[in-house]
């Protein structure tokens, strides 16, 4: 009998709204769904959405790929509904996807803090919580709960699972070095549907096509993308897809549109599903995304797997890009760089930029094509479960 995984998640599919999480889940499930039993207990609807999904089962678990899938009706699970949920899971092992989440993590650890949970490993993967630029986004808030945690013991005895090294020092960093840190990357999509009947873009000197697609939040930076174009040269499209899930931020943001330069034309395209995000971004010539901070960045590899360059932030694990001629990976202090990559690839003429697309559509199927991503998260499991 294979091993029972019971994942606490605050948003599933067929969800997509609340980014990187959902995903990397349902990756690690497609990837090693043939070696573990995952169950899931998840909100019923999509982030920010009043109303649930169609075609799901609220309040039974459902079948969904590989998983079975519990999803609490209306978000929200009473403490005697969630005991009872998980020992009808029968779990070996219990695993979180945030530190802070207080219905998919808090509520359940606090039954475990007062001995209501099974005795079984627990893993918490904090999806970079811990970076400087989300530590300090309700800085005072998110301490005080974080010392209060760490005094009463409320997550010691755990494994805690890093994306990459970074994220491992930023979790060392809060919570000293004496934790259990496990670095295992999240896992991509093993396949890629694209549409390969239309040819890539092709590149007009002086003119370029750019996307940003990502959450509308502060962490995602599109302020900061909006200032650097205004003062680009070239004739610049600049198409923003993603939810607006700060209405406060996007009017900061809708106010800067009304301030670009006649040469540059930016607008809000709505959101885009998951299965849909590649076949999207082919259409263009860069992906702009200066983000505070990513623990992976699907967004990011799904840009390079449809041949569109990137440029982006040294705040996620995707650094050197320069060097492998596949994009920008640059300081949030110099904006003058990006400034400057910007007005390198918009003088692009097709030829040079041809070649870029080829580099950068390898580069990532590579990435994808690395089992050795695929064994280090086995290997976190397997080894938690001491089998």
């Not at 650890?109 to 919580?129: C, D, K, Q, S, T």
């Not at 580069?363 to 499991?381: C, H, I, M, S």
Request: aromatic share 10%; hydrophobic share 40%; glycine share 6%.
């Amino acid at each position: 009998m294979k091993p029972c995984i019971l994942i606490f998640l605050g948003n599933y599919l067929p969800g997509f709204k609340s980014g990187g999480p959902a995903r990397t889940i349902a990756n690690m499930v497609e990837r090693l769904g043939d070696e573990f039993q995952f169950k899931i207990i998840t909100r019923d609807r999509d982030l920010g959405d009043a109303v649930p999904y169609e075609g799901i089962k609220a309040g039974a678990w459902n079948e969904v790929s590989k998983a079975s899938v519990y999803y609490m009706p209306n978000g929200r699970i009473s403490f005697s509904k969630m005991k009872r949920l998980v020992n009808e899971a029968r779990p070996d092992l219990i695993y979180f996807n945030s530190f802070f989440s207080p219905v998919a993590t808090i509520k359940p650890l606090l039954l475990r803090y007062f001995g209501l949970m099974p005795r079984v490993p627990f893993i918490i993967a904090p999806r970079g919580e811990f970076s400087i630029s989300a530590v300090n986004s309700k800085r005072l808030k998110k301490s005080v709960f974080t010392k209060m945690a760490k005094m009463l013991g409320y997550y010691d005895n755990m494994a805690w699972q890093a994306s990459s090294e970074y994220e491992a020092k930023d979790i060392s960093r809060v919570f000293g070095e004496r934790v259990k840190v496990v670095v295992a990357p999240d896992l991509s999509q093993s396949s890629y549907s694209i549409d390969n009947g239309g040819s890539l873009p092709k590149k007009i000197c002086n003119s370029i096509k750019i996307v940003f697609l990502s959450r509308i939040s502060p962490v995602k930076n599109l302020l900061m993308a909006l200032g650097v174009l205004k003062n680009v040269k070239g004739d610049v499209r600049f198409d923003i897809y993603g939810p607006i899930e700060d209405r406060a931020y996007w009017s900061e943001c809708s106010s800067a549109i009304d301030k670009l330069p006649a040469n540059v034309k930016a607008r809000h395209c709505g959101t885009v599903a998951h299965d849909k995000v590649v076949n999207v971004m082919k259409d263009y010539h860069l992906f702009f995304c200066p983000t505070k901070g990513e623990n992976f960045g699907h967004a990011i590899l799904e840009a390079m797997i449809a041949g569109c360059p990137v440029l982006i932030s040294d705040q996620t694990p995707w650094r050197g890009l320069q060097k492998e001629g596949v994009g920008w990976d640059i300081s949030l202090e110099d904006h003058a760089a990006f400034a400057k990559a910007l007005d390198l690839c918009i003088k692009m003429g097709d030829e040079q930029y041809s070649a870029m697309q080829r580099k950068t559509r390898e580069y990532a199927f590579n990435v994808t094509k690395d089992e050795g991503v695929v064994e280090q998260n086995r290997r976190l499991f397997r080894e938690a479960l001491n089998i």
